[in-house]
């Protein structure tokens, strides 16, 4: 199946630059919490059996396709897969979060990482996207992810999620040269790994800079912005890449100069402003306050509809400006997706 | 003791507008957890007796003007004392934060809450604020804070510290009558409060609206500017009022409008970009990113310099971005105050 034979090929016509019929939609964790269904396979599968059973895995991505209606699939997978990938254990504590019991602090425990090609040491997200590619039928694209270097970092050195990974920022500002070094290894194995997911079906990359508002516009350029250019630059050639990272509003242009195909925003930064800041041509996504699906039906669909006005209706692709929280209603995202799709 | 009276009165005269010989400096957090002699005493008393004790909250506030050698004291409280004040019981729990047993999440909650005269309420921090004035004995001036009515809301109704707050920002959008009934009655006191502290002797009032960055533009305008307005209307007549939200970049221009003599920012803007939306003449006070203090000594040194060159070095009072963490060596928080004091 390539990407040319997908029937719905409305998300990646926007990602190439046409003049879309509507705003194509999806949701960042549209296959989570959210949905009854993925809850049942919660409980009985732990989060790790779930992301390394390529059957799980499919099943838990196709999910909102066909019960929220989106216009593509993304890969149910975590970022984490790649400290594990590099001999860094990472443990998924329910109701904590990622816990990484060892994790990295000086120049030694970078120099112990491994970067395995991609292909062998995470086979089962390829054949997760094998599965999921078969299971899709050609029906909607399917989006492959990573988190971005710098994301990654935080959670490797601070050992575990933080309101301010202040440990992770300590370590680069008191041993810049093993941070450096870490993030150089996180990168090449982030870039083996999109292209194998490429290689395995995925139409589509996103790169989730999480934490990367957690620095300074100054300091994402020596600690984020290096290492998401080089991934963008080797991926690009062989699929759009979406760049999106959670408080940079200050990055948009550093995405854009990166050839971008697609440039996600969060709702800090208001529609009009981030059509200011990239210009008429650049593909917009974003930015519904996830939040903000707990209003009542009829404020969602006209929020949504203000939403696609103030990005100016075209170059755009809806989604919300972060994950979906899992106390959303099954109702209250489908109203979103339809709110995107009536849209005149 | 007057505000005329205060022998170090650069932070006064900044905040009035005068050019002064070098920026003042103090800390966020400067009574903070990076301090031996406060870690003392947290070992020796629970939180809420070191802020209920007069003697103790004095001890805790003056330490760093001897110890780190800053401009101004600010008072060692909490912003939760104002949910406690209108009997919301508020406990905090070592390692987890604030949690509130009983949040608000009703219209009926919100009734039950009494807004007391706050001079009776928060006697002791009042008997604080006259105790810490009289040991400071005119050296430096005395800063009280509030939390922005948003800010106690999210705490109120979300029942802990949370990364996103969606409960609480669920039960604005879902019951916004009852949000804004509670944002006013939170104002109400607030209000009253910071009066008192005035009366008592504060020189100085900051709002601290730690999570207005949770809100898009637009929502910042319905849920919090409205109320920080009320607040700064109410408290400006009597002395001068510092506004600060973190992740707030978009209002800057809101708090300029609102009349704060000075607008706090964060790292995630830079200097310079901060000077550009508000203009010149406008007090700006920050941002150094906190974690970045665990450079090498030599490193803080050149890049304060930095970050007061872009400020414009007039203007301006330096800071951190946010509160000074834990992990903190004394000796580069100190290299932070010197390093502004040695500026030219």
Redesign the interface.
């Known amino acids: 199946m390539t990407t040319s034979e997908i029937k719905n090929d409305i998300f990646l016509r926007a990602l190439k630059g046409e003049i879309t019929e509507r705003p194509p939609v999806w949701m960042m964790r549209q296959a989570g919490r959210y949905l009854p269904d993925f809850m049942k396979l919660k409980e009985k599968y732990p989060f790790f059996e779930r992301v390394q059973n390529p059957e799980l895995a499919t099943e838990i991505t196709i999910m909102p396709i066909h019960q929220v209606g989106v216009d593509t699939a993304i890969l149910f997978s975590d970022i984490l897969v790649i400290p594990q990938a590099m001999d860094c254990e990472v443990q998924m504590i329910p109701g904590r979060g990622p816990v990484i019991p060892n994790p990295i602090r000086s120049m030694a425990d970078v120099d112990r990482l491994i970067t395995p090609p991609a292909e062998e040491a995470l086979d089962y997200v390829m054949a997760a996207v094998r599965t999921t590619k078969q299971a899709l039928n050609g029906s909607v694209p399917l989006i492959g992810f990573a988190g971005s270097p710098w994301t990654i970092l935080c959670y490797m050195v601070e050992g575990q999620?933080s309101?301010?990974f202040?440990?992770a920022?300590?370590f680069c500002?008191?041993q810049p040269e093993a941070a450096h070094k870490l993030l150089q290894k996180i990168t090449d194995i982030t870039i083996d790994y999109l292209k194998a997911k490429v290689q395995a079906g995925c139409d589509v990359i996103q790169v989730f800079d999480s934490w990367g508002?957690l620095?300074?516009?100054?300091?994402y350029q020596i600690w984020s912005m290096p290492y998401i250019k080089q991934i963008a630059d080797a991926v690009r050639p062989l699929a759009p890449v979406i760049l999106f990272g959670k408080?940079c509003w200050?990055a948009l242009d550093s995405y854009k100069a990166a050839g971008a195909s697609a440039i996600g925003v969060d709702?800090?930064?208001?529609p009009q402003?981030a059509r200011e800041l990239v210009g008429e041509q650049t593909v917009l996504q974003g930015n519904f306050?996830?939040?903000?699906l707990?209003?009542?039906i009829d404020?969602i669909e006209r929020e949504v509809k203000k939403m696609i006005d103030g990005f100016g209706g075209k170059h755009y692709i809806a989604n919300l400006g972060?994950g979906i929280?899992p106390?959303i209603p099954v109702d209250h995202a489908k109203a979103f997706v339809n709110a995107v799709k009536n849209y005149h």
């Open positions: 999620g309101k301010d202040s440990v920022k300590g500002y008191s508002g620095l300074s516009p100054e300091d408080g200050y709702w800090t930064l208001s402003k306050d996830p939040s903000k707990l209003s009542p404020v972060h929280l106390n």
